[in-house]
């Protein structure tokens, strides 16, 4: 009877995050001022951020050591378990190897508590009582929720107002962790009252919940603010995904040849690719890291490198990133968590060096992947995760093709649970594709003054 | 910094089930033909079960083998962890050790699997090609379907009507694993076409749904029947959570004095208590185990103890059990896996000869535990896990008061994704209590003309 499940004592959770920015032949390169194009300073970012976590920002150690007192909420659903994918390769009859990390056993439901942990404890090691941020379809926000909650830190999420009145669940999922949401735009902020003058029944966009929350932060010193990917820190702690399989890849004596995550800011790919990066960067290993993104938001296979602002409204600094412009409103896939226009410095730069692939998935095929996936491995997986299953079953038909045995691993990164209706939608073939064009792309892009990169 | 959680290997996956009825000094009652009213024999049951199960439904032997290919997809979400409860042990600020399994990692959502995985393998090994099942909310839909998709076997839900409408998620969740679900009374049915016949938007009930259920089963004979609960042998698969406790706690260094699960029809109680019962019948230690059940639906703290019927319509064998009546119509509170008139048979005469107890709670009290312990503890409980807490607060208040360190054990089954928003309406202030009069208890007893036991 082959080894289905491969797990590790609560003692084996990593206690350093892994910083690829050490290991890099190219640096990411600096945030800009959005008024002055200068290179900013870490003292610009203190209004948002705690110090420790501006100080994660810009380090160039290669390993940060974990505080107790996260591993100790880390305990809660960490170390993960790590699969072998054995029904879904009978289905496939390929010969390759397929892994699957799954994040969806924390509370939340998702990896993003990897991240909303340490966040909210250096916010609380700093006085900080209050804590804003923003959520789209609500997986961010309730991880923030979850983990404030358990430093009693008080928390206030501004959530798209479309998600907020279409998928009420993630909402109560927050109120039950004692978070106060707020549909986005709002009338608590200049920002979401000059919005709701222009339109009363405005739906709300990532970008301007992002300007409500930062708005708030602002107000108060006690108040920061939160983001659940992009930045260098956040990517930074979601490494303990990748760092815990390479211990049970071990204990399975095998070792991957390609890595794969979903994408949206960066922080699911970083989290199980960058541990296993270091491995070509430090010692010439050539495992492929994809990256798999919505063919309805292609930022790394369509978009371009240049700086670019991270929300709609101007309010944040200017990142390098690979982009479809700040002002590039993606289709309304059901995985929410990858419908953002950019990507983080550290992922653009890495792509830019051609160190990582990209690939993109329609969302039809997503879906297939995932029934396929639920019905032969048991869970159900988030939308987003559909991606990497995609990707997988690609690599794994061109695998049998070849007739060449291959060690895929791939980030399971949540459930389902609250995207059923989806599944329904497909079921019944009432699921429709996002289509975006090569002039709508360009058109976005053409909007942008911000500065090239050489 | 404290061991939190609790993890077995798979290697650890128990290799038997563990059947309490050898262990008994009183055996259970035999079920009688609801006609004759003599005991039936195993033949009267094929129609319904592969004879594996038939057998096992009246088996005197201690350990019953888990089969391998069983134990082969119990692997996707077990063992599953044991945690001490720190978080809500620091609430509550009591001596007490607080210890729960947590079931909620399986694919379903809830300890359910346990027993639908290995129904559905019986079920195949004799050839049968469909299964048919009821369901209330649907967790035991969703947990058959999940099983009978990797037998590759058909599966037939009748989810009662009610929920079929009002909470539409775990229906997808079953359409997903490819079951069909039809939502009762159906026009499938002649039990189905009665009921429409009186009335054509009949809202359906458990009762209603079962009779669907295994009237579909009589007709084909390559067609049987499965139930969720209440009897033996479903219990008996439960135990593999109670035998993993025991090495956790093993782990942990300790040993309950208290054990404590949520009790609908009884397997989720048998599941982690039968296997510390034995402790008390073999060697004889005095271990509390604790069935909590809803106030509003109270058969084993105001039921009475005789033969009555599993479903509303009369198509089930008379079994021994503490009952409301078979026409006793349970509130509509929302942990809908404990709104059941009767609990099974080896249960009721563990009761009757005192060596278990049970408590009631009223709805808002579990939900106020439920919140405390989200908040504590991270996890969001299912509403049944509920009545668990509930139970658990209560003692470790009391290990307070009167100073006594205390190790308390407890079955939190499932987890609340699918009841976000019973959790709103408690939030919220308009979550309603249940009550139950004596008048309407003696007013369903008076109705039975069933056997009554000395």
Not at 11 to 33: C, F, G, R, T
Not at 122 to 132: D, L
Not at 322 to 334: D, E, K, M, V
Request: hydrophobic share 40%; aromatic share 8%; proline share 8%.
């Amino acid at each position: 009877m082959a080894q289905k499940k491969f797990i590790l004592a609560e003692s084996d959770i990593p206690e350093q995050w892994y910083n690829i920015v050490a290991d890099m032949p190219n640096k990411p390169l600096p945030p800009l001022h959005p008024g002055t194009k200068e290179p900013i300073g870490p003292d610009m970012l203190a209004p948002l951020f705690p110090m420790e976590l501006i100080k994660q920002e810009v380090t160039s150690e290669k390993w940060v050591p974990i505080p107790e007192e996260v591993r100790e909420i880390y305990k809660i659903w960490r170390p993960t378990p790590l699969y072998r994918a054995t029904g879904l390769e009978k289905l496939l009859d390929t010969p390759a190897k397929i892994y699957y990390k799954y994040e969806g056993v924390s509370p939340a439901g998702s990896h993003k508590p990897n991240t909303a942990v340490p966040q909210a404890f250096y916010n609380k090691q700093e006085g900080v009582t209050k804590i804003t941020t923003e959520t789209g379809a609500g997986q961010w926000g309730s991880a923030l929720s979850f983990a404030c909650q358990h430093f009693g830190i008080e928390c206030e999420v501004y959530m798209v107002r479309a998600s907020y009145n279409g998928k009420p669940y993630r909402k109560m999922m927050m109120n039950t962790w004692g978070a106060s949401v707020y549909p986005s735009p709002s009338d608590r902020t200049n920002a979401g009252r000059s919005i709701l003058a222009q339109d009363a029944n405005s739906p709300g966009s990532l970008g301007i919940a992002i300007s409500e929350a930062v708005e708030m932060a602002l107000h108060d010193e006690h108040t920061k603010y939160a983001l659940g990917s992009v930045l260098n820190h956040v990517l930074m702690h979601q490494t303990v995904i990748g760092l815990e399989c390479i211990r049970q890849l071990e204990q399975a004596g095998d070792f991957p040849d390609i890595v794969v995550a979903p994408f949206g800011g960066g922080s699911n790919f970083a989290g199980i690719g960058f541990p296993f990066l270091r491995y070509n960067l430090e010692e010439g290993k050539n495992i492929r890291c994809i990256a798999a993104e919505p063919a309805s938001c292609p930022k790394l296979t369509r978009g371009v490198f240049r700086y670019d602002l991270g929300d709609t409204v101007g309010m944040t600094p200017l990142l390098p990133m690979y982009t479809l412009g700040h002002n590039f409103i993606p289709a309304p896939i059901h995985a929410g968590g990858l419908r953002y226009h950019g990507a983080g410095a550290i992922v653009s730069q890495l792509l830019r060096d051609g160190l990582i692939e990209a690939q993109s998935f329609n969302q039809l095929e997503c879906f297939d992947a995932g029934i396929k996936f639920a019905r032969t491995e048991g869970i159900i997986p988030a939308p987003e995760a559909n991606h990497a299953i995609a990707t997988v079953i690609r690599e794994a038909l061109i695998a049998k093709e070849e007739g060449t045995p291959k060690t895929i691993l791939f980030n399971l990164c949540g459930h389902g649970h609250f995207d059923m209706s989806a599944y329904e939608q497909f079921l019944s073939g009432k699921l429709v594709e996002h289509e975006v064009t090569q002039e709508e792309i360009l058109a976005s892009l053409a909007e942008l003054d911000t500065p090239l990169i050489a």
